[in-house]
């Protein structure tokens, strides 16, 4: 009985906790100077959100991509452009540049799906640098040079001088994307990518085509990178080819390890912790790249879960001391097999069709 | 049509130089329970990743429920009725036990790219249930299949075959590393299997082989040695020279 009140006063304090961040989070605007809105408040939800997309894929697809900016930059740059150049609508350009950013990835997807680990990393190296060449060598989308003055729609104000809509409207969007990859991966669908990434001979044993499940895991990837590289534009009011190097590929990669590379969420929390470190620490030291490698490497030698991981196992053992404290060996297995009491079989009908 | 569940024709299987599968002819009719024996090293599972599709035989011809499958993978294979279990368990690890089950189940009926969960998903569901109930691991649904404790694996795998309601089941030595309970678990479980399901078993446990077994095909290095039935096989003097032993004459 204590037991059981004990659980229910963690489980508790687990959603208050949880409770407080997410109020914490939406009073951002309110409570911080406009500088940390802009500057770190929408910089770590765009790249969460990027970082998401590689999370969604490694976590739950086993496949850990360099190629998620590629697909940012794609949405981005088309997004830009039509905004820009041609005088589109805000929404219907980005739109257009998500949906392009998707085609791209069903493309890079069903080349790369062939592929398991390190020859998956590389192909998909391979497209992201392919990709930052391409726009880089380009006039039409700025080269280099990029394309500037890609302001949001005008509900969502000025980015710079009044982030607060963009802010909140960030924070909307980065919640929709983690209940919709949650979700995703609770369905059939969901389940066997999953399963794909734990075993993919057995899957196929079980009647899936392995190869497309992945590839359609890619692709369901794409939208949200996509979505990201409309919002990093929108809210730094450019983009070029430098936003979509190799450096900021790795910068992605580092940001879902250091939250964690298995857990949805743990896309924002190492987001928002790069880009503090990123933020403030070029102030302090030039030495900038070389404390967050020691960062890095700390994070990944105590917990290879990143630091949701450090709280995930924080929070089992303290369930389990508190199991552990109320019930007398509480925690040991010891448990027999289930077959060591022999139960009466089932019989099993067949005769499914060809 | 033919009438055997499986046809098998010259299967051969090389490996470089090593041949682990020697044109190896193979009839299995509907409702069979055969066993395939042999020592370590006869070709046995190499035959039964021929047969699933998990490799491609150097030469030969497999037909299965009278259709030519020689060329077709696992996959399609195991939409056409055929399941199979692993010689080393080979489960979906991060998932439950009741995720590994309802995808098993899925991965025959349909809805394997469904996004939204509606009333087939409670009906696979339900089947992935029965099927737990009737390899006894009800009380371990929630749990993990990596978590899972050796005997409680295999038995897991034998769940993975059966859920998908198969025509023709493969199963390769089911029974190594059970416990003593357990093995009588299974050989009545296979035992209680209705004569729709055709049973194919590579087992090295002659009292759950024997005892399940109508006929018996004996492997070695690679070749059909001997066929014929329990009986027949215990009183075969090269199969005593080359497996059984004298224990049991």
């Given at each position: 009985?204590?037991?059981?009140?004990?659980?229910?006063?963690?489980?508790?304090?687990?959603?208050?906790?949880?409770?407080?961040?997410?109020?914490?989070?939406?009073?951002?605007?309110?409570?911080?100077?406009?500088?940390?809105?802009?500057?770190?408040?929408?910089?770590?939800?765009?790249?969460?959100?990027?970082a998401?997309?590689?999370?969604f894929?490694?976590?739950?697809?086993?496949?850990?991509?360099?190629?998620?900016?590629a697909?940012?930059?794609?949405?981005?740059?088309?997004?830009?452009?039509?905004?820009?150049?041609a005088?589109?609508?805000?929404?219907?350009?980005?739109?257009?540049?998500?949906?392009?950013?998707?085609?791209?990835?069903?493309?890079?997807?069903?080349?790369?799906?062939?592929?398991?680990?390190?020859?998956?990393?590389?192909?998909?190296l391979?497209?992201?640098?392919?990709?930052?060449?391409?726009f880089?060598?380009?006039?039409?989308?700025?080269?280099?040079?990029?394309?500037?003055?890609?302001?949001?729609?005008?509900?969502?104000?000025?980015?710079?001088?009044?982030?607060?809509?963009?802010?909140?409207?960030?924070?909307?969007?980065?919640?929709?994307?983690?209940?919709?990859?949650?979700?995703?991966?609770?369905?059939?669908?969901?389940?066997?990518?999953?399963?794909?990434?734990?075993?993919?001979?057995?899957?196929?044993?079980?009647?899936?085509?392995?190869?497309?499940?992945?590839?359609?895991?890619?692709?369901?990837?794409?939208?949200?990178?996509?979505?990201?590289?409309?919002?990093?534009?929108?809210?730094?009011?450019?983009?070029?080819?430098?936003?979509i190097?190799?450096?900021?590929?790795?910068?992605?990669?580092?940001?879902?390890?250091?939250?964690?590379?298995?857990k949805?969420?743990?896309?924002?929390?190492?987001?928002?912790?790069?880009?503090?470190?990123?933020?403030?620490?070029?102030?302090?030291?030039?030495?900038?790249?070389?404390?967050?490698?020691?960062?890095?490497?700390?994070i990944?030698?105590?917990?290879?879960?990143?630091?949701?991981?450090?709280?995930?196992?924080?929070?089992?053992?303290?369930?389990?001391?508190?199991?552990?404290?109320?019930?007398?060996?509480?925690?040991?297995?010891?448990?027999p097999?289930?077959?060591?009491?022999?139960a009466?079989?089932?019989p099993?009908?067949?005769?499914?069709?060809? | 049509?033919?009438?055997?569940?499986?046809?098998?024709?010259?299967?051969?299987?090389?490996?470089g130089?090593?041949?682990?599968?020697r044109?190896?002819?193979?009839?299995?009719?509907?409702?069979?329970?055969?066993?395939?024996?042999?020592?370590?090293?006869?070709?046995?599972?190499?035959?039964?990743?021929?047969?699933?599709g998990?490799?491609?035989?150097?030469?030969?011809?497999?037909?299965?429920?009278?259709?030519?499958?020689?060329?077709?993978?696992?996959?399609?294979?195991?939409?056409?009725?055929l399941?199979?279990?692993?010689?080393?368990?080979?489960?979906?690890?991060?998932?439950?036990?009741?995720?590994?089950?309802?995808?098993?189940?899925?991965?025959?009926?349909?809805?394997?790219?469904?996004?939204?969960?509606?009333?087939?998903?409670?009906?696979?569901?339900?089947?992935?249930?029965?099927?737990?109930?009737?390899?006894?691991?009800?009380?371990?649904?929630?749990?993990?299949?990596?978590?899972?404790?050796?005997?409680?694996?295999?038995?897991?795998?034998?769940?993975?075959a059966?859920?998908?309601?198969?025509?023709?089941?493969?199963?390769d030595?089911?029974?190594?590393?059970?416990?003593?309970?357990e093995?009588?678990?299974?050989t009545?479980?296979?035992?209680?299997?209705?004569?729709?399901?055709?049973?194919?078993?590579?087992?090295?446990?002659?009292?759950?082989?024997?005892?399940?077994?109508?006929?018996?095909?004996?492997?070695?290095?690679?070749?059909?040695?001997?066929?014929?039935?329990?009986?027949?096989?215990?009183?075969?003097?090269?199969?005593?020279?080359?497996?059984?032993g004298?224990?049991?004459?």
């Amino acid at each position: 009985m204590n037991e059981g009140w004990m659980s229910r006063a963690l489980s508790l304090g687990g959603r208050g906790a949880l409770a407080v961040v997410l109020a914490v989070v939406a009073l951002v605007p309110v409570l911080c100077s406009t500088f940390f809105t802009s500057q770190v408040g929408l910089t770590s939800l765009s790249l969460g959100i990027v970082a998401v997309s590689l999370t969604f894929l490694s976590g739950y697809g086993g496949m850990v991509s360099l190629a998620q900016t590629a697909l940012f930059g794609v949405a981005g740059l088309i997004t830009a452009k039509l905004t820009v150049d041609a005088g589109w609508n805000g929404w219907v350009a980005a739109l257009v540049g998500v949906l392009a950013a998707t085609a791209v990835g069903v493309l890079f997807g069903a080349i790369s799906s062939g592929s398991v680990g390190i020859y998956f990393l590389v192909i998909t190296l391979a497209f992201a640098e392919i990709t930052y060449f391409f726009f880089a060598a380009v006039p039409t989308f700025g080269a280099h040079e990029g394309i500037n003055q890609a302001k949001p729609p005008a509900p969502l104000g000025d980015p710079v001088l009044h982030p607060s809509a963009m802010y909140y409207f960030m924070l909307v969007v980065s919640v929709l994307v983690f209940l919709g990859l949650r979700y995703v991966s609770r369905t059939a669908f969901g389940l066997a990518l999953q399963g794909v990434r734990d075993d993919p001979v057995r899957m196929a044993a079980l009647g899936y085509n392995v190869r497309l499940h992945r590839t359609l895991g890619f692709a369901l990837a794409a939208p949200v990178a996509g979505i990201a590289g409309v919002l990093s534009t929108w809210s730094n009011t450019r983009i070029s080819a430098g936003s979509i190097s190799l450096a900021v590929a790795i910068l992605v990669l580092t940001a879902a390890v250091i939250g964690g590379l298995n857990k949805l969420a743990g896309a924002w929390v190492g987001a928002f912790v790069y880009t503090i470190c990123d933020t403030y620490m070029r102030g302090w030291t030039d030495r900038f790249a070389t404390y967050l490698g020691v960062v890095f490497l700390v994070i990944v030698l105590v917990s290879p879960g990143g630091i949701v991981g450090v709280l995930t196992s924080a929070g089992t053992w303290l369930r389990r001391r508190v199991g552990a404290g109320d019930v007398p060996g509480a925690g040991t297995s010891g448990r027999p097999g289930p077959l060591a009491e022999p139960a009466t079989p089932v019989p099993v009908t067949g005769g499914q069709s060809a | 049509m033919s009438e055997h569940v499986l046809q098998a024709r010259g299967l051969t299987r090389r490996f470089g130089g090593v041949v682990a599968v020697r044109e190896v002819d193979l009839e299995i009719g509907q409702g069979e329970r055969r066993a395939v024996l042999g020592p370590n090293g006869a070709g046995k599972s190499s035959l039964f990743n021929l047969l699933a599709g998990a490799d491609t035989p150097t030469a030969g011809s497999i037909e299965l429920f009278g259709t030519d499958v020689t060329a077709l993978g696992a996959r399609q294979r195991t939409r056409m009725g055929l399941s199979r279990t692993f010689q080393t368990s080979r489960l979906l690890g991060g998932l439950t036990v009741e995720d590994n089950l309802y995808l098993a189940a899925i991965g025959v009926s349909g809805g394997r790219f469904r996004l939204l969960r509606g009333s087939r998903d409670a009906e696979a569901r339900k089947r992935a249930v029965r099927v737990a109930e009737s390899v006894g691991m009800t009380d371990r649904l929630g749990e993990p299949a990596g978590e899972l404790s050796h005997g409680e694996q295999r038995q897991l795998e034998i769940g993975l075959a059966l859920v998908a309601e198969p025509r023709l089941l493969l199963l390769d030595e089911p029974a190594a590393g059970l416990s003593r309970a357990e093995r009588q678990l299974l050989t009545a479980l296979l035992l209680g299997l209705e004569r729709d399901v055709t049973l194919l078993i590579i087992e090295h446990d002659m009292d759950v082989a024997l005892t399940v077994a109508e006929r018996v095909t004996m492997m070695y290095e690679g070749a059909v040695i001997v066929e014929g039935t329990p009986a027949e096989i215990r009183s075969n003097q090269r199969v005593h020279d080359l497996y059984l032993g004298r224990a049991h004459v």
